[in-house]
């Protein structure tokens, strides 16, 4: 029974964290004590919920506890104006497990506004409305632990100290706020998408909050194409997720998937969406991201991958986005076009940058490119370092199956990958 | 909430303007203190004569030093400031965007520290 408590408490606090910390911080304007609260309501739950049962809705059950605990915190503090968005809160009900407002959006926003140090923008929406730890975020920005909370604790006093509005911005402010808010959304996507696909549960709803909040956005900003390129990039590549296992259950990269296996309707849902995009005439990274999705998609109906088109998207992405990752997916591309000779020439070039000499995607792409031009102890080499830095099991045995069709040709059907594969972590697989 | 708006600018620059200029400032400024205060945000404004008139008062260890100039020399001098009433930080900011200072110099947004009731 405790046991069953313990892991109840867990899990709606992990499914919901955002959720919750929004709400509370939405209405008291404070993210350090929303959290606080949440932390304390958790605590509350592991006592309580062995002796009593685990309530039917446990996240409403934190919220209202939540709320009590911030309620009686706020008659301690000094700040007026908190004490009255407190007020607001007590007469707020306390009983409202089915209609949860939705405040995570808002609270991007709130984290994307300029007064905040720009350096911690990201990583302040990815803890507090995402609910990814300290210790997964500081990586992603090359950062120690401890200075990234830092960091963060310094942004959230700001936030309530300066008494920044928690709303979504005026028009006039949007555009400049929207970037970062579609990046956290995304990284909320590729977070799902890169972990193991033994974890479906918890992959599918990490796609499936941040498809939810892209919607959002898009009703909320419906004149931005980037909103709406980056909603039909994550319905793409979510299409063909169930694609990405064959009947075996084995890793299937992009190219080997059945387009049977796709999923038709989300597809559609995507097209539409670029092309809706594509009205405003301003292109950009999630719309390119997107459009290079849409190209591969085009097998379904036709059997044959556009190499060419997807190449000339890669320039056109490359162009406008400072990230390393595109270069190595248009090296890719660019070996079904100018052959693989010239494709490994250029991707060894890259392999100067330091940051993709140590990638899984640079040393999967290189070791592929070297099997095709047949230096066989060179593909070796690199199969072995992708594999060191694969962490999905499944891609692994994958890259493995590959590397061994190496070392000792067997007949073609064991080793049907004939032609090029990505193995990117990202939505190119 | 009540923020301090602290308005930044280089003298230097201030009188080196023609007459016509300085008239177009003026107004602007006049223009600005009326919409803020038919808006009741106003909680007080002020234009402070220039830092060649400031003298500076320091008692480090009980011993008075007054002397002659502003705390510290800089290239932007506070020329004035407004404090306002507003309910979050983004409505002063939009006070701030619209305060003719911003074409001249640079208006520094500044949230008063609430003081704990007696």
Known sequence: MSGEARRAAERAARDHYGRLVSILAARSGDIAAAEDALADALAAALRDWPAKGVPRAPEAWLLVVARRLLTSDARRRRNAAAALGQIALLTGGADEPAGFPDERLKLLFVCAHPAIDPAARSPLMLQVVLGFTAEEIAPLFLLEAPTLSQRLVRAKHKLREAGVAFRVPDVDELPARLEAVLEAIYALFTQGWSLPFEESAHRAALAADAIWLARLTVSLCPGRPEALGLLALMLHAWARDAARRDAEGRYAPLSEQDPAKWNRALIDEAEEIIRRAARYRQPGRFQLEAAIQSAHAERRATGVIDWWAILTLYDALISVSGSAAPAINRCIALAHVDGPAEALRQLETLGADPRLATSQAWWAALADLRSQVADGPGALLAYDRAIALQRDPTVRDFLARKKACLVEPRPASACATPRLKTTTAICST | ?118
């Not at chain 2, 008239?23 to 223009?31: L, Q, Y």
């Open chain 2, 1 to 118: 909430m009540q923020y301090m708006l602290l308005i930044y600018g280089g003298e230097t620059g201030l009188s080196s303007m023609t007459e016509a200029e300085g008239k177009t400032m003026m107004g602007a400024f006049r223009a600005y203190t009326e919409a803020l205060d038919a808006a009741g945000a106003t909680v007080s404004a002020n234009r402070l004569q220039p830092v060649a008139n400031a003298t500076t008062v320091r008692a480090p260890g009980g011993v008075v030093h007054i002397h002659d100039g502003p705390f510290a020399e800089t290239k932007e001098q506070l020329g004035g400031y407004y404090l306002i009433e507003a309910p979050d930080l983004d409505t002063a900011l939009g006070w701030a965007k619209k305060c003719p200072a911003v074409g001249y110099g640079s208006v520094e947004v500044r949230p008063v520290f609430a003081m704990p009731p007696a």
